[in-house]
């Protein structure tokens, strides 16, 4: 499983959902570019008001061969389906 810290993505100037598409992107080898996009899985603007804002919530979807968690606790948890192996950051 890979985790994302929202507090290293404020340091960055990726919204959370840019960095789910880089992350996988860098898993898969693959340009951000070649991906599909995210936007016809989930609404990415509201995935980045979802980890960035208050209150408590979970969403949960599959995106180019990954399952994506989004947590209250602000992670991302990235894991490769089809895979029982977890991946760790």
């Known amino acids: ?22 992350e996988v992107a860098s898993r898969t080898g693959m340009d951000p570019f070649d991906l599909p ?10 995935l980045d008001r979802l980890v960035l804002g208050p209150g408590s919530c979970r ?3 599959e995106y180019a061969g990954y399952g994506v968690t989004v947590h209250e606790t ?3 948890d990235l894991r490769e389906l089809g895979s029982d ?5």
């Open 1 to 22: 499983m890979i985790k994302i810290e929202v507090g290293n993505l404020l340091k960055n100037p990726s919204t959370p959902s840019e960095a789910i598409v880089l």
């Open 74 to 76: 602000n992670q991302i």
């Open 59 to 61: 969403a949960t979807f």
């Open 37 to 46: 996009p995210l936007y016809q899985y989930v609404d990415p603007e509201a």
């Open 85 to 89: 192996r977890a991946e760790d950051d």
